[in-house]
């Protein structure tokens, strides 16, 4: 089982450090708090393991159903661009006076998880090849995978949120309202490119 688990170390670390949504909330949460990487991540679990679950047996296939993909991507693309829009209308007061965006960082990891098209498409895709590698190890090798890849995202989340909290003094007030700018504008493009995945589906 190690080399596999090695395996799901490599994957699941090279996923969570691409730049995404849950990344660019993670950044801008972490202004306010050094647990925001936690919170997401948490959030984040809350979706991503019965999702695993449903594909440890055997409903990998509704995800890859082009209406379902479509819908996904409307909604996800729509709710996207609004946490995008609201973190960007907010990034002065943010910096300014330490005002919170109108959600969590618990509830922005279970909405950029869920409403992320292409996350539950990777999960039916590459990830379920990963998940059907633990179908012989029974469900201790099933919990002992959910573990190991949560815990890379656990611990990749927590250090972004961590150093950015603890750096931030350092930076001046237009860098970080830059930073809120560039994060805000991450998620509105993110969310504009599921929209247009999801209408050339049926296009």
């Not at 949460?29 to 440890?56: R, V």
């Not at 990998?60 to 159903?65: D, I, P």
């Not at 970080?176 to 247009?196: A, D, H, K, N």
Request: glycine share 10%.
């Amino acid at each position: 089982m190690l080399p596999i688990l090695a395996g799901v170390v490599v994957i699941s670390l090279s996923g969570v450090m691409m730049p995404g949504p849950m990344f660019a909330v993670t950044v801008a949460k972490s202004y306010q708090t050094a647990w925001a990487g936690t919170q997401l991540a948490t959030g984040h679990a809350i979706i991503e393991i019965p999702l695993i679950l449903l594909i440890y047996f055997g409903f990998g296939q509704f995800f890859q159903n082009t209406t379902v993909q479509l819908v996904l991507s409307l909604l996800g693309g729509g709710m996207i661009i609004w946490l995008g829009i609201s973190m960007f209308r907010l990034r002065t007061e943010a910096v300014q006076r330490g005002k919170e965006m109108p959600y969590s960082a618990f509830t922005a990891g279970i909405l950029t998880t869920l409403l992320n098209p292409l996350f539950l498409l990777w999960w039916a895709t590459a990830g379920s090849m990963l998940v059907m590698k633990f179908l012989d190890f029974g469900t201790t090798g099933l919990i002992v995978f959910i573990l190991v890849h949560w815990l890379c995202d656990l611990a990749w989340l927590s250090f972004v949120s961590i150093l950015i909290h603890r750096t931030k003094a350092l930076w001046r007030r237009r860098v970080q309202e830059g930073v809120f700018m560039i994060c805000s504008l991450l998620l509105i493009g993110f969310g504009g490119w599921f929209l247009v995945s999801g209408i050339r589906l049926v296009v």
